[in-house]
Nanobody, 115 residues
Framework: QVQLVEFGGGLVQPGGSLRLSCAAS????????MAWYRQAPGKQRVLVAQ???????YYAASVKGRFTISRDNAKNTVYLQMDSLKVEDTGVYSC?????????WGQGTQVTVSS
């Protein structure tokens, strides 16, 4: 059973930075992709960034150039570096890892951007 645990959320001022981590425990094989999603208050969850096993990346237009998704294979961890944060980046950020026969989500971590 794979479990995903996110770290790194918190309160930050506009223009600041945070780095989210998503650590996977258990055995993970044949990963197709890893991704971060955001759910803002009163809104649906949306894809923020994705990285495939082939290292192809996707970013939502609203975060392109400010967020970077990366992966540490040795630690089974995926990161989301968030720079130049804006108030509209506020929300619960969840990581997802999926592959052949599995699709796992973390519990989410709150990011609040406010002055």
């Amino acid at each position: 059973q794979v479990q995903l645990v996110e770290f790194g959320g918190g309160l930050v001022q506009p223009g600041g930075s945070l780095r989210l981590s998503c650590a996977a425990s258990g055995s993970i094989f044949n990963i197709n992709a890893m991704a971060w999603y955001r759910q803002a208050p009163g809104k649906q969850r949306v894809l923020v960034a994705q990285r495939t096993s082939g290292a192809d990346t996707y970013y939502a237009a609203s975060v392109k150039g400010r967020f970077t998704i990366s992966r540490d294979n040795a630690k089974n961890t995926v990161y989301l570096q968030m720079d130049s944060l804006k108030v509209e980046d506020t929300g619960v950020y969840s990581c997802r890892i999926w592959g052949s026969g599995y699709d796992n989500w973390g519990q989410g971590t709150q990011v609040t951007v406010s002055s």
